[in-house]
């Protein structure tokens, strides 16, 4: 079983390394303490690899995996849509570094979201077909060692970034990024010929039309008269 644990963890690090899960994770990690994202994201790894083990060796059955991919496209527009107006609402713009916030709330988003990217992604089903023909335990816990692994470079990567960056800053990236997500996610599952690069080059103009909408918007804002204060003169007895 070593060999299986062994085997499970190098192929889904490798298969990890560049994919979204690790730029999700990055994402979080800006936005949220690092042990909240990396206990959301090993909860939900554990859940969906044992899942993918399950249909590998015991059903043999298919998940519903275009349905799924649209409730994830849409959370992702959804969340980087929140995420642009809760940090548009900030009225300083030159905050400073703040920390990252914990709690309930984050670990749930960071699971909820990380389950639905996850279920009938390639890693998914690279689980399923280890499990096939290896030992179910073994490759269930192999494969959530390799994906939390990856995910941790990436989570470390956002702790590095964070320390240097306002909080506003921040959150308006976060958002943009998943808009990115939640468009190429949303236009591989309904374009599915479309192909990979195509398809990531359409994505990216949903964050960048966000991106001048908010740059117009904050050009406006400097370019506004300041509001002129009046000073009553002291009366004279």
Do not use: C
């Amino acid at each position: 079983m070593i060999a299986t644990i062994l085997l499970s963890i190098g192929i889904v690090f490798l298969a990890e390394l560049g994919d979204k899960s690790q730029l999700m994770a990055l994402t979080f990690a800006l936005r949220y303490r690092w042990w909240v994202v990396l206990g959301g994201i090993a909860t939900a790894t554990a859940l969906v690899h044992i899942i993918s083990v399950a249909v590998g060796h015991f059903l043999g059955a298919a998940l519903p995996t275009t349905a799924i991919a649209l409730v994830a496209a849409l959370m992702f527009l959804g969340v980087g849509l929140w995420t642009l107006r809760e940090n548009l609402a900030v009225p300083d713009p030159e905050d400073e570094p703040k920390p990252p916030r914990s709690g309930k709330a984050p670990y749930f988003v960071v699971l909820s979201a990380f389950l639905l990217a996850e279920l009938g992604d390639r890693t998914m089903f690279a689980t399923a077909a280890l499990a096939t023909d290896n030992n179910w335990f073994g490759v269930w816990l192999g494969s959530t060692i390799g994906m939390v692994a990856a995910d941790a470079l990436a989570i470390a990567l956002g702790i590095v970034i964070g320390k240097h960056l306002p909080e506003r800053t921040i959150g308006l990236a976060a958002g943009l990024l998943f808009l990115y997500f939640g468009a190429a996610t949303l236009l591989a599952t309904v374009l599915p010929g479309l192909g990979l690069l195509a398809g990531a080059l359409l994505a990216i103009l949903v964050p960048a039309a966000a991106g001048a909408v908010l740059l117009a918007r904050r050009a406006r804002r400097r370019t506004a008269p300041a509001p002129v204060k009046t000073v009553e003169s002291p009366r004279v007895p």
